[in-house]
């Protein structure tokens, strides 16, 4: 059993060894994915150095009192119960002291929620569209619209993980403020990135924003995370962040490759739409 697990981490390790520029997540991992913005180092941070703590020591303390009142006024050492049903100095901290860790906790989530919301000056643009179970990508900027289907099991390539890879991959260049559009065609979906600390709701008729600032190159993961039918654990993201220097030479290769579904992109012009359907 020991064995078995020991070689179970040594794989572990390999596998972090040998995929070291994929950001997904890894067996017997703990946590985060590994934090690439700063939302998500703040996320990371308010779970990891203030809610956690809290719930640890509010668990404890609840332990310790269960433990206490059944060893304290057991029915050996207690065979008359005491009828005390009011204490006001204790009714009045059981009110206050929840209170206090509220706010605590309140304060810096919603200085987060507000990071998160308030999107700043972008570079980039990229409009996703959840579809009954793909996503289509637009960049508005630069007339470009693709879709991105999963990879089926029989067809991966090595080191590429099952459920998480996808045919067209969303480029994107490092330490660039992303600005996202998200919105859906059918249903509800969710567009989710655990390593940028975004999860935004994909709604039909209604376009969400969000933003993100990627401070490392590399391939990362993330999936549809809103029930939206069968097929929904089948839906998921790819992004690839790149130096600004191939994010241009994508463009110029996307540019000619994604012009073949004009029709899907509401941005592009008409002559434009007209030459390349001819
Ligand atoms: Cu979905």
New binding site residues.
């Given amino acids: 059993m020991t064995k078995k697990l020991l070689n179970k981490f040594y794989l572990s390790l390999v596998l972090v060894a040998t995929t070291n520029t994929a950001f997904t997540r890894e067996n017997w991992q703990f946590g985060f994915s590994e934090s690439v913005t700063s939302v998500m180092d703040d996320v990371v941070h308010l779970h990891d150095k203030i809610i956690l703590p809290i719930i640890v020591a509010i668990s404890v303390f609840v332990l310790f009192l269960l433990i206490y009142s059944l060893i304290k006024f057991r029915s050996s050492k207690n065979p008359i119960p005491s009828k005390t049903s009011h204490n006001t100095l204790i009714e009045v901290l059981w009110t206050l002291i929840p209170c206090v860790i509220l706010v605590v906790i309140a304060v810096p989530s919603f200085r987060l929620l507000y990071k998160q919301d308030i999107i700043p000056k972008s570079d980039v643009t990229l409009k996703v569209t959840?579809y009954q179970?793909y996503w289509g990508y637009e960049y508005p900027d630069e007339k470009i619209s693709f879709e991105a289907n999963m990879v089926e099991t029989k067809n991966l390539k090595p080191n590429q993980p099952r459920l998480l890879e996808t045919d067209n991959y969303v480029v994107l260049p490092a330490n660039k403020v992303v600005k996202v559009l998200i919105t859906a065609n059918d249903v509800l979906?969710a567009w989710a990135m655990p390593s940028f600390g975004v999860n935004r709701e994909a709604v039909p008729g209604r376009i969400n924003e969000t933003w993100f600032k990627a401070q490392k190159e590399g391939i990362y993961y993330g999936q549809?995370l809103?029930l939206?039918g069968s097929k929904?654990a089948f839906?998921p993201i790819v992004v690839k962040i790149v130096s600004e220097k191939e994010y241009n030479e994508w463009l110029k290769v996307a540019k000619v490759k994604f012009a073949k579904y004009p029709e899907n992109n509401i941005f592009a012009d008409n002559n434009l739409k007209e030459k390349t359907i001819k």
């Fill in positions: 959840g179970w979906h549809c809103e939206c929904h839906m």
